[in-house]
Protein backbone atom coordinates (compact mmCIF):
# COMPACT_ATOMS: atom_id res chain seq x y z
CA UNK A 1 0.00 0.00 0.00
CA UNK A 2 1.07 3.73 -0.60
CA UNK A 3 2.44 5.49 2.59
CA UNK A 4 3.30 9.19 3.19
CA UNK A 5 7.08 9.80 4.12
CA UNK A 6 7.25 12.48 7.14
CA UNK A 7 10.68 14.73 7.18
CA UNK A 8 11.31 17.26 9.52
CA UNK A 9 13.95 19.58 10.73
CA UNK A 10 15.32 17.53 13.39
CA UNK A 11 15.94 14.54 11.31
CA UNK A 12 13.31 12.46 12.07
CA UNK A 13 11.46 10.15 9.58
CA UNK A 14 7.83 8.86 9.48
CA UNK A 15 6.65 6.24 7.21
CA UNK A 16 3.92 3.56 7.98
CA UNK A 17 4.56 1.86 11.32
CA UNK A 18 8.26 2.82 10.81
CA UNK A 19 10.54 5.80 12.60
CA UNK A 20 14.02 6.92 12.39
CA UNK A 21 16.07 9.55 13.51
CA UNK A 22 18.96 10.30 11.89
CA UNK A 23 22.10 12.14 12.65
CA UNK A 24 22.09 16.03 12.04
CA UNK A 25 24.36 19.14 11.91
CA UNK A 26 23.83 22.75 12.22
CA UNK A 27 23.06 24.17 9.22
CA UNK A 28 25.78 26.79 10.18
CA UNK A 29 27.87 24.57 10.05
CA UNK A 30 27.80 23.52 6.52
CA UNK A 31 30.06 25.13 4.55
CA UNK A 32 28.40 25.82 1.20
CA UNK A 33 30.97 25.03 -2.41
CA UNK A 34 31.33 28.66 -4.27
CA UNK A 35 30.61 28.01 -7.73
CA UNK A 36 33.71 28.13 -9.62
CA UNK A 37 34.51 29.87 -13.31
CA UNK A 38 33.60 27.05 -15.43
CA UNK A 39 34.61 26.57 -18.96
CA UNK A 40 32.50 24.11 -21.59
CA UNK A 41 34.70 20.86 -21.95
CA UNK A 42 31.74 19.02 -24.27
CA UNK A 43 28.37 18.16 -24.80
CA UNK A 44 26.70 14.69 -26.19
CA UNK A 45 23.57 13.04 -26.21
CA UNK A 46 22.71 11.40 -22.85
CA UNK A 47 21.97 8.22 -24.10
CA UNK A 48 25.39 7.90 -26.18
CA UNK A 49 27.37 9.38 -23.77
CA UNK A 50 25.91 6.24 -21.12
CA UNK A 51 26.41 3.36 -23.44
CA UNK A 52 30.18 5.01 -24.55
CA UNK A 53 31.24 5.52 -20.99
CA UNK A 54 29.69 2.71 -19.71
CA UNK A 55 31.59 0.21 -22.18
CA UNK A 56 34.80 1.80 -21.18
CA UNK A 57 34.34 1.88 -17.31
CA UNK A 58 34.44 -2.00 -17.91
CA UNK A 59 38.52 -1.78 -17.97
CA UNK A 60 38.65 -0.59 -14.83
CA UNK A 61 36.83 -3.81 -13.22
CA UNK A 62 39.91 -5.63 -13.29
CA UNK A 63 41.99 -3.07 -10.75
CA UNK A 64 44.58 -0.27 -10.84
CA UNK A 65 44.19 2.38 -8.38
CA UNK A 66 44.91 6.29 -8.97
CA UNK A 67 44.26 7.88 -12.57
CA UNK A 68 43.86 4.04 -13.92
CA UNK A 69 39.94 3.94 -12.23
CA UNK A 70 39.43 7.44 -13.39
CA UNK A 71 37.47 7.85 -16.49
CA UNK A 72 39.76 9.93 -18.74
CA UNK A 73 38.19 12.13 -21.47
CA UNK A 74 40.48 14.06 -24.44
CA UNK A 75 38.54 16.34 -26.02
CA UNK A 76 40.87 17.25 -29.20
CA UNK A 77 39.48 18.77 -32.81
CA UNK A 78 35.62 18.58 -31.73
CA UNK A 79 35.59 15.01 -30.88
CA UNK A 80 35.84 13.33 -27.23
CA UNK A 81 37.23 10.05 -26.73
CA UNK A 82 36.46 8.15 -23.37
CA UNK A 83 39.52 6.23 -22.18
CA UNK A 84 39.75 3.54 -19.66
CA UNK A 85 42.34 1.33 -18.72
CA UNK A 86 43.61 -1.08 -16.06
CA UNK A 87 47.03 -1.58 -17.29
CA UNK A 88 46.10 -5.23 -19.23
CA UNK A 89 43.64 -3.79 -21.42
CA UNK A 90 42.78 -0.60 -22.76
CA UNK A 91 38.88 0.75 -23.86
CA UNK A 92 37.85 3.51 -25.79
CA UNK A 93 35.31 5.05 -27.65
CA UNK A 94 34.98 8.33 -29.93
CA UNK A 95 32.11 11.20 -29.42
CA UNK A 96 31.21 13.95 -31.90
CA UNK A 97 30.75 17.04 -29.57
CA UNK A 98 28.21 19.54 -31.13
CA UNK A 99 29.82 22.30 -29.53
CA UNK A 100 32.61 24.42 -30.20
CA UNK A 101 35.18 24.15 -27.46
CA UNK A 102 38.72 24.49 -26.71
CA UNK A 103 40.48 21.20 -26.49
CA UNK A 104 41.53 19.47 -22.89
CA UNK A 105 41.78 16.58 -20.70
CA UNK A 106 40.01 15.83 -17.87
CA UNK A 107 40.23 12.64 -15.33
CA UNK A 108 36.91 11.89 -13.90
CA UNK A 109 36.87 9.83 -10.89
CA UNK A 110 35.54 6.54 -11.17
CA UNK A 111 32.51 7.33 -8.36
CA UNK A 112 31.17 10.56 -10.32
CA UNK A 113 31.99 9.24 -13.20
CA UNK A 114 29.77 5.53 -12.39
CA UNK A 115 26.98 8.47 -10.85
CA UNK A 116 26.97 10.13 -14.24
CA UNK A 117 26.21 7.11 -16.35
CA UNK A 118 23.34 6.10 -13.73
CA UNK A 119 21.59 9.33 -14.32
CA UNK A 120 22.36 9.63 -18.39
CA UNK A 121 20.91 6.29 -18.89
CA UNK A 122 17.31 7.33 -17.72
CA UNK A 123 17.72 10.67 -19.45
CA UNK A 124 16.60 12.06 -22.76
CA UNK A 125 18.79 15.15 -22.93
CA UNK A 126 22.15 15.89 -22.85
CA UNK A 127 24.80 15.62 -20.50
CA UNK A 128 27.06 18.99 -20.26
CA UNK A 129 30.63 18.79 -19.01
CA UNK A 130 32.30 22.02 -17.76
CA UNK A 131 35.78 22.67 -16.42
CA UNK A 132 37.54 25.12 -13.65
CA UNK A 133 40.79 24.97 -12.33
CA UNK A 134 40.48 21.54 -10.25
CA UNK A 135 36.88 20.87 -10.69
CA UNK A 136 34.99 18.99 -13.33
CA UNK A 137 31.20 19.56 -13.37
CA UNK A 138 28.79 17.13 -15.13
CA UNK A 139 24.94 18.28 -15.51
CA UNK A 140 22.48 16.22 -16.85
CA UNK A 141 18.50 15.86 -16.62
CA UNK A 142 17.99 18.63 -13.83
CA UNK A 143 21.17 16.70 -11.20
CA UNK A 144 24.49 18.48 -11.25
CA UNK A 145 27.93 16.47 -10.35
CA UNK A 146 30.56 18.42 -8.86
CA UNK A 147 33.97 16.58 -8.43
CA UNK A 148 37.80 17.14 -8.08
CA UNK A 149 39.96 15.91 -10.72
CA UNK A 150 42.12 13.32 -10.05
CA UNK A 151 45.71 14.67 -10.50
CA UNK A 152 48.80 13.57 -11.81
CA UNK A 153 49.15 12.50 -16.06
CA UNK A 154 47.09 9.79 -17.34
CA UNK A 155 48.78 7.11 -19.24
CA UNK A 156 50.13 7.66 -23.05
CA UNK A 157 46.96 5.83 -24.41
CA UNK A 158 47.63 6.66 -28.23
CA UNK A 159 50.97 5.06 -27.85
CA UNK A 160 49.48 1.63 -26.94
CA UNK A 161 47.04 1.52 -29.82
CA UNK A 162 48.77 -0.18 -32.42
CA UNK A 163 49.36 0.91 -36.15
CA UNK A 164 50.30 -2.07 -38.62
CA UNK A 165 49.18 -3.37 -41.82
CA UNK A 166 49.19 -6.90 -41.23
CA UNK A 167 45.95 -7.52 -42.18
CA UNK A 168 42.80 -7.74 -39.98
CA UNK A 169 39.89 -10.70 -39.58
CA UNK A 170 36.14 -9.27 -39.69
CA UNK A 171 33.66 -11.33 -37.46
CA UNK A 172 30.28 -10.96 -36.11
CA UNK A 173 29.90 -9.60 -32.65
CA UNK A 174 27.13 -12.38 -31.70
CA UNK A 175 29.24 -15.26 -33.34
CA UNK A 176 32.17 -14.03 -31.62
CA UNK A 177 30.84 -13.51 -28.55
CA UNK A 178 29.21 -16.58 -28.18
CA UNK A 179 32.12 -18.74 -29.10
CA UNK A 180 34.06 -16.84 -26.41
CA UNK A 181 31.23 -17.08 -23.74
CA UNK A 182 31.12 -20.88 -24.87
CA UNK A 183 35.26 -21.49 -24.23
CA UNK A 184 35.21 -19.37 -21.31
CA UNK A 185 33.03 -22.15 -19.38
CA UNK A 186 35.54 -24.73 -18.81
CA UNK A 187 38.51 -21.53 -17.71
CA UNK A 188 39.39 -21.57 -14.26
CA UNK A 189 41.19 -18.77 -11.92
CA UNK A 190 44.76 -20.54 -12.58
CA UNK A 191 43.91 -21.29 -15.84
CA UNK A 192 41.81 -18.38 -17.61
CA UNK A 193 43.14 -18.22 -20.87
CA UNK A 194 41.15 -18.95 -24.19
CA UNK A 195 43.00 -19.73 -27.49
CA UNK A 196 41.84 -18.07 -30.65
CA UNK A 197 42.88 -19.67 -33.68
CA UNK A 198 42.07 -17.80 -37.02
CA UNK A 199 42.53 -20.33 -39.82
CA UNK A 200 41.04 -21.19 -43.01
CA UNK A 201 38.27 -18.94 -43.27
CA UNK A 202 36.96 -19.37 -39.29
CA UNK A 203 37.50 -18.78 -35.79
CA UNK A 204 38.21 -21.39 -33.27
CA UNK A 205 38.18 -20.81 -29.63
CA UNK A 206 39.28 -22.86 -26.63
CA UNK A 207 39.33 -23.66 -23.43
CA UNK A 208 40.80 -25.66 -20.79
CA UNK A 209 41.47 -26.28 -17.26
CA UNK A 210 42.60 -29.25 -14.88
CA UNK A 211 39.26 -28.54 -12.59
CA UNK A 212 36.74 -28.47 -15.61
CA UNK A 213 38.10 -30.00 -18.60
CA UNK A 214 38.44 -28.69 -22.33
CA UNK A 215 36.11 -26.90 -24.46
CA UNK A 216 35.92 -25.36 -27.67
CA UNK A 217 33.55 -23.07 -30.10
CA UNK A 218 33.96 -21.46 -33.28
CA UNK A 219 32.07 -19.60 -35.93
CA UNK A 220 32.58 -18.56 -39.72
CA UNK A 221 34.40 -15.49 -40.44
CA UNK A 222 32.89 -12.72 -42.32
CA UNK A 223 36.17 -11.60 -44.09
CA UNK A 224 39.48 -13.66 -43.09
CA UNK A 225 42.53 -12.13 -42.53
CA UNK A 226 46.29 -13.88 -42.41
CA UNK A 227 46.54 -17.00 -40.52
CA UNK A 228 47.22 -15.88 -36.47
CA UNK A 229 46.56 -17.06 -33.28
CA UNK A 230 46.49 -15.89 -29.52
CA UNK A 231 45.39 -16.45 -26.03
CA UNK A 232 43.27 -13.85 -23.94
CA UNK A 233 41.52 -13.33 -20.62
CA UNK A 234 37.84 -13.86 -22.30
CA UNK A 235 36.37 -11.32 -19.68
CA UNK A 236 38.38 -8.93 -21.36
CA UNK A 237 36.86 -9.46 -24.62
CA UNK A 238 33.23 -10.37 -23.40
CA UNK A 239 33.44 -6.99 -21.35
CA UNK A 240 33.86 -4.59 -24.15
CA UNK A 241 31.10 -6.66 -26.53
CA UNK A 242 28.52 -6.20 -23.88
CA UNK A 243 28.86 -2.55 -25.37
CA UNK A 244 29.29 -3.47 -29.06
CA UNK A 245 25.64 -3.84 -30.91
CA UNK A 246 25.24 -7.48 -31.64
CA UNK A 247 23.99 -7.05 -35.21
CA UNK A 248 27.85 -5.13 -36.02
CA UNK A 249 30.52 -6.66 -37.24
CA UNK A 250 34.12 -6.63 -35.17
CA UNK A 251 37.05 -5.71 -36.78
CA UNK A 252 40.35 -7.94 -35.09
CA UNK A 253 43.71 -6.95 -35.68
CA UNK A 254 45.74 -9.88 -34.41
CA UNK A 255 49.37 -11.04 -35.05
CA UNK A 256 50.72 -13.77 -32.33
CA UNK A 257 51.01 -14.01 -28.48
CA UNK A 258 53.61 -11.11 -28.44
CA UNK A 259 51.49 -8.77 -29.49
CA UNK A 260 48.84 -6.81 -28.29
CA UNK A 261 45.24 -7.51 -30.13
CA UNK A 262 43.21 -4.74 -31.13
CA UNK A 263 39.33 -5.11 -31.71
CA UNK A 264 37.28 -2.74 -33.65
CA UNK A 265 33.97 -1.73 -34.42
CA UNK A 266 32.66 1.56 -35.09
CA UNK A 267 34.04 4.33 -33.24
CA UNK A 268 34.84 1.64 -30.05
CA UNK A 269 38.12 0.13 -29.93
CA UNK A 270 39.69 -2.31 -27.18
CA UNK A 271 43.48 -3.09 -26.58
CA UNK A 272 44.01 -6.02 -24.88
CA UNK A 273 47.29 -7.63 -23.46
CA UNK A 274 48.08 -11.69 -24.96
CA UNK A 275 48.47 -14.26 -22.17
CA UNK A 276 50.36 -17.09 -21.91
CA UNK A 277 48.48 -20.48 -22.55
CA UNK A 278 49.79 -21.54 -19.38
CA UNK A 279 47.77 -18.49 -17.91
Known amino acids: ?8 SS ?3 ACGAGRWKLPTASVAEFT ?4 PSLRPAFRVPADQFARA ?9 GGGGGLMSSLHCDVTDGVVTLVCTDGKRLYLHE ?3 DQAVDDVTLNIPPKAATTLVNIATASDESVQVEHGASLVVASCGGCTITSSQMAGSFPKW ?7 DNGTQLVATRDLMESVTLARIVTSE ?3 AVCMKFADGRLEVSGQSSEYGQGVAGCDLVEPGPQASVCLDPGFVVDWLGGVDPAEIVE ?3 VDNNAAVLLRCEDSKAVIMPLSEAA
Not at 158 to 163: G, Q, Y
Open 53 to 61: AKQVLAAKT
Open 32 to 35: LMQQ
Open 1 to 8: ADSEVTID
Open 252 to 254: VDV
Open 190 to 192: SSR
Open 95 to 97: LEI
Open 11 to 13: GKI
Open 158 to 164: RKVIPER
